[in-house]
Nanobody, 125 residues
Framework: QVQLVESGGGLVQSGGSLRLSCAAS????????MAWFRQAPGNERDFVAV????????YYADSVRGRFTISRDNAKKMVYLQMNNLKPEDTAVYYC??????????????????WGLGTQVTVSS
């Protein structure tokens, strides 16, 4: 019943931009923390950005702060990640995650109850 579906990934040159979208089917979406994580081959799944239920209070990983912007549209049950000035180091599978109960540290993957299957972002040098 609960489903998160990411889209918008692709191949982009260094310095380019992409916007990722996540369509959510979560019962308490409007009061859920929504986050983006990413995972490169052989690496752990790393925190990228999170946004609170009201759309304010966004927080970013140091590696993306100033380049990425997370936003949400509760009416549409969508969350977005605008990625600007992309770097090869940003290459990874990007995952949308939802935490309906807003439990624990939002930067930790373990607190999220629902995950999408991911969308590939590849940034060429």
């Amino acid at each position: 019943q609960v489903q998160l579906v990411e889209s918008g990934g692709g191949l982009v040159q260094s310095g380019g931009s992409l916007r990722l979208s996540c369509a959510a089917s979560v019962g308490a979406f409007s009061t859920s923390n929504m986050a983006w994580f990413r995972q490169a081959p052989g690496n752990e799944r790393d925190f990228v950005a999170v946004i609170g239920w009201s759309g304010d209070g966004a927080y970013y990983a140091d590696s993306v702060r100033g380049r990425f912007t997370i936003s949400r549209d509760n009416a549409k049950k969508m969350v977005y990640l605008q990625m600007n000035n992309l770097k090869p180091e940003d290459t990874a599978v990007y995952y949308c995650a939802a935490d309906p109960l807003s439990t624990g540290d939002a930067r930790q993957a373990s607190v999220y109850d629902y995950w999408g299957l991911g969308t590939q972002v590849t940034v060429s040098s």
